[in-house]
C-alpha cells in the first residue's frame, strides 16, 4: 500500500507562516474577474473567504463581460501604482476577445502572485529569484515535506502548461531530477511514464492513468482535478495507483489544498521581493 501524501497538514503549516507574517506587515491582495464565469467566480469567492481566515486585506474587481479591455488595462496600471496592493491575481480563463498574454504581461513582476508574466517565466528557467506558478511550487513543498529527493531521479511529467507541466519540469529540473515531459502527441505514453520514479500528473482527464501504468517505486503527484459525476477525482485513477505505487497524493486533499497555500504565501515573498523584508 502507497505512502498517502496528504496535502492538509503542509497546508496548515504554510498557511501558519502567511498569517503570522500579514500579521506584522500588511498584504493586501487585489483580484480581478472579466465576465460571470461560474468556475471563476467560486475560486474568487474562496479566495476571499482565505484571504479573511488569513487576516488578508481583500480587493475585488468585477467587469462585465464586453468591459473594453482599455479599462482592465488601466485598472492593473492603478494597482501596480498602489503602494499598498502586495499581490494582484486575474481570474481564467477571460472571455472570448480579450488577449490573456498581453494583459497579464502588464501585471507588474514583483505582484505577479499567480507567476504568470514573461518577466517570473524567466526567472523559474533561469532559477533566478522571483515568483512562480503556485501549483508548480506545491509540488516541490510536498515533496520536501515528505524527504523525498528528486536529485538524480528520473521525473516524468505528463501535460506542457505554462501552469503546471512546464514550471513543474524546471523546479524539478533545478533540483536536479532528469526530466521528461508527456503531452498529447507523446508516444508511447504509458512506457514513459514508467519510467518515472516521480510521476507528475497535470492533464485535465479523469483518471487517465491507471495503477499499472506506473512502476512500484513511483512516488505519483496528482495535480488533477476533476468533475465526474458529481465526485472529484485526479488524473490518476487513485485506487488502482494507491495499491501498485510507492507514495501518491490523494485528490482531493493533495495537491490543491497545498496549492491554495503556496498562492497565499506567494504574498509574502512578493512582500519581501518590494520591501526587502
Ligand atoms: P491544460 O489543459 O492547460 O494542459 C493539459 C496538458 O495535458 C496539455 O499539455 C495537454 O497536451 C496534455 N494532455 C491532454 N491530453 C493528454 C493525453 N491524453 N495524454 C498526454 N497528455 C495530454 O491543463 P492545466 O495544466 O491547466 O491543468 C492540468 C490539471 O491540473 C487539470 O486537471 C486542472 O484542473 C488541474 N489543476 C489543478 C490545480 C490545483 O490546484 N490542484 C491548479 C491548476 C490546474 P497538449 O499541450 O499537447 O495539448
Redesign the pocket.
Known amino acids: 500500500m502507497a505512502t498517502l501524501l496528504e496535502g492538509k497538514t503542509l497546508a496548515g503549516q504554510i498557511n501558519a507562516v502567511t498569517a503570522e507574517y500579514a500579521a506584522k506587515h500588511d498584504l493586501t491582495l487585489a483580484v480581478i474577474q472579466v465576465g460571470d464565469d461560474p468556475a471563476s467566480g467560486a475560486y474568487r469567492e474562496a479566495k476571499k473567504r482565505q484571504a479573511h481566515r488569513l487576516g488578508i486585506i481583500f480587493e475585488e474587481y468585477l467587469f462585465d463581460t464586453f468591459v473594453p479591455a482599455r479599462e482592465i488595462e488601466s485598472l492593473i496600471r492603478q494597482l501596480n501604482s498602489r503602494e499598498e496592493i502586495t499581490g494582484i491575481f486575474i481570474e481564467q480563463p477571460l472571455p472570448r476577445g480579450y488577449d490573456p498574454v498581453s494583459l497579464l504581461e502588464l501585471v507588474d513582476p514583483v505582484k505577479d502572485i499567480d507567476g504568470v508574466t514573461s518577466a517570473n517565466a524567466a526567472n523559474l528557467y533561469l532559477n533566478r529569484p522571483g515568483l512562480f506558478p ?2 508548480a511550487e ?1 509540488l516541490m513543498r510536498i515533496l520536501e515535506f515528505y524527504h523525498i529527493d528528486p536529485k538524480g531521479k528520473e521525473a516524468v511529467i ?8 512546464k514550471p513543474a519540469a524546471l523546479l524539478l529540473l533545478h533540483r536536479h531530477a532528469t526530466v521528461t515531459i ?5 508516444q508511447a ?1 504509458k512506457e514513459v511514464v514508467r519510467r518515472g520514479d516521480i510521476v507528475v ?5 479523469a483518471e ?1 492513468l491507471k495503477g499499472d501504468d506506473f512502476k512500484n517505486e513511483a512516488v505519483v503527484l496528482d ?4 468533475v465526474t459525476e458529481g465526485r472529484t477525482v ?2 490518476v485513477d487513485f485506487k488502482g495507483a494507491v495499491a501498485h505505487v510507492s507514495a501518491i497524493t490523494p485528490v482531493p486533499g493533495g ?2 489544498s497545498v ?2 497555500a503556496s498562492l497565499f504565501h506567494n504574498l509574502v515573498k512578493a512582500r519581501q521581493l518590494q520591501y526587502g523584508t
Open positions: 503556485a501549483t506545491a505528463v501535460g506542457r502548461s505554462n501552469i503546471v507541466g508527456c503531452h498529447s502527441r507523446t505514453l500528473a497535470a492533464v485535465g482527464k487517465l495535480a488533477g482535478y476533476n485526479g488524473d495537491v490543491g496549492t491554495t
